[in-house]
């Protein structure tokens, strides 16, 4: 009996003194500040109105579990007539300030969370989640939630900002398929907000179509050399302008809530040069002159919307009427060079800006940060970002589109999470953000991946000469930040990178998104043989000529990591991954076949332009052209293909074969027949065959593809083998490089 009393004293005495710890704890912790939770135990309630918007519900609920996930304390949501008056606040709502604006501060120990908006009020929860309790969010499935017994803030918060870029839009996926996302990196869940679906950007012809209105009235259409051509339209045409406008209004009907509309080129620079439309073009300095007077007076209908318009290629350049004041214009960067920032390498562009700057408070930026010719190849802009969204905002560019690829482009994830951090706050430590990231996402490898991003910014910034473009190709690089010894270097980086987070299949799977750049590269280089260690075949002891097994294994992880990824398209011209694996697989076969024609003398009898140097022996040379022109293809523009290959004497054939390149867009097509002749004296030729081109130009050609011209004929004895590519010259009436000259782009001939 005495043994159970003082046993039960004991008890007693250790729950007093646990008592009066909590206690002390507690009250410890009131000294330093407001204490939201403390060791299980919370004194607040979060409150909101009973009228709060849906988006002030969502982010008080927000804040419930964020502040749940932290503490493991479930705070209750009371509407503001139920709440109790003994328990502290959190005050979730709407304030009078800027509708852009928040604010985060105390009132005693009370704790206000607000924003103009409703939408700025969720901004405001994030933004407190992220300033005053450590978490960020790196993408839809990966989050940094810091786990603490007590949640305590300093007594007096007093924190404001209203971001100066008030439309932010990343034009990622991840943002578009992930809306509570989006809205924990304060950007848009789509790409144009607000705008009438359907007349978001070159929508001339789609006011105004070509199948309708061509043939019966071609004065709507652009006059181009004395000729009327369907790639925009007059915008002196008084008739033009009325279709325009009962378009819009039509539109408009049809979407209630809109309220941007675009009014604006077709993609191309064909733009009308008839007497009256070159008048006001050189009244006004720019051509944008006409196209500016033209959308004043659609907007002028109507004055509670918004009617955008493109600066863009031939409308850039700022004229001298004022545009109205409900006229966006929306600046598009398509043509510098991303290697460095736009006023260092951009100046025009820069200059264009601060011009239309002095006509206008309302304009819209449309930025470009990805290589649209190749997603996945590495492209070191990504210290540029921070100083063009920078001088975008000191601009007065209000609303700024950041165009990614939407589908994955290099370090993805990555670039999304980071143009997203500078377009709400363009002050930012850019590198600090891309340390936060590497180290959060990737983990133990992070330090890897942050090595390959500074080492290929240092290359690229070493070479001063070097053309950043949206239209390059890896080949470009392979003397400069995509060399042979560079490319071996970033590889060993991901190679440590996978290994450092070897356990952990869910991270290394992303360090494997991470290297596909790099991985896309090295196939592109091998295709290309730039060096003995990045070659697509290799000879055995027995010197035959093999797939180089090296390749083999890249190629098939690149398609296995693609695949888990959901990772689908190529480039812009939608050349899916499954299509260039194919590609690539159907290049190690011919890489691998006999050859009679390796490295023989090639002369052109017709003369090439620009790319492969215009070096005949790429024909002969081993090195097969990808999918894009600039590697390994030899171009003619606007005339034919006429070649002679020098077989070194006479030998038996009866095989002929040339890789033809199409890139509909970029005004490059399928010859419309290759013929195939052989000679012994290299003067009298006589006819092997032709092969006409399968597939004929039509609106709906696939815009990238390659076709090989495969002849085979019966067994002649040969030295010279002529090949005639014919040009189809120049492009159908309803293609927007109508009237220029046409490219074919011709490579590997293999002959047996």
Known sequence: MNNSRKYSQAVFNWVFVLGVLLAFSFNSCKEKGIVITNNGKSEYEIVISEKSDKQIKF????????????????????????????????????????????????????????????????NAVYVFLEKYLNCDWYAPDAEKIPEMNSIVLEKSLNFSYTPEITTRTVHSRLFY???????????????????????????????????????????YFALRNGKRIPTQLCLTNEKVLQI??????????????????????????????????????????????????????????????????????????????????????????????????????????????????KLTDNIRIWDYTTQFTNFLAPFPNIRTLQPNIKF????????????????????????????????????????????????????????????????????????????LFLYGDPSQAFDSFLSSELLKTYNDFFDKAEAAVSQKPIIRQRVKEARLGVDYAILEACRKNISKDFTLVIIDDQGIKKANPFVEDKLNEFISVCEKADITMMNEMRFTVKEYFNSYKKALVVATKPNKAYGKTVTLLTKPKKYAKEDPQVLTDGALGGNGFYANWLGFEGNDLEAIIDLGESQEISTVSTAFLQVTNHVVFFPQDVTYYYSNDNKNFRKLGKIINKYSLVKKSKINDIQYFNLTFPEVKARFVKIIGKNIKTPPYWHHATGQPSWIFADEILIN
């Open 244 to 357: 325009v406008k009962d378009s819009v209004k039509a539109m408009f009907n049809r979407y209630p809530d809109a309220t941007v509309i675009s009014v604006s080129q077709d993609d191309n620079t064909q733009y009308c040069t008839c007497d009256q439309c070159s008048k006001i073009d050189k009244e006004e300095g720019s051509p944008s002159g006409t196209m500016i007077r033209f959308v004043n007076k659609v907007a002028a209908e109507f004055s509670d919307r918004t009617i955008s318009t493109l600066a863009y290629q031939y409308t850039r350049k700022p004229c001298k009427t004022k545009p109205a004041d409900n006229v966006l214009i929306t600046l598009c960067s398509i043509e510098c060079d991303r290697s460095a920032p736009i006023t260092e390498k951009c100046t025009e562009f820069a200059d264009d800006i601060r011009g239309w700057n």
């Open 392 to 467: 975008f905002r000191d601009n007065h560019a209000k609303w700024i589109f950041e165009q990614h690829s939407s589908n994955p482009s290099e370090l993805f994830a990555l670039r999304s999470y980071l143009t997203a951090k500078l377009l709400w706050n363009p002050d930012n430590n850019a590198d600090e953000i891309i340390s936060e990231f590497t180290n959060g996402y990737y983990e133990e490898a992070g330090v890897f991946v942050k090595k390959y991003i500074d080492l290929i910014h240092l290359e690229i910034k070493e070479d001063q000469d070097f053309f």
């Open 59 to 122: 982010a008080a609920k927000e804040l419930q579990n964020y502040l749940e996930k932290i503490s493991t304390i479930k705070i209750p949501i009371i509407d503001k007539k139920e709440q109790n008056t003994n328990n502290k606040k959190i005050y979730v709502k709407e304030l009078d300030i800027d509708e852009n604006g928040i604010s985060i501060k105390s009132e005693g120990d009370d704790l206000i969370i607000g924003g103009g908006s409703a939408d700025a009020v969720k």
């Open 177 to 219: 398929d992930n809306p509570v996302f989006a809205g924990k990196l304060r950007v848009t869940t789509e790409s144009f907000p607000h705008y009438v679906s359907g007349a978001r950007v070159h929508t001339f012809h789609k006011f105004i179509p070509e199948e309708k209105f061509y043939k019966e009235y071609p004065n």
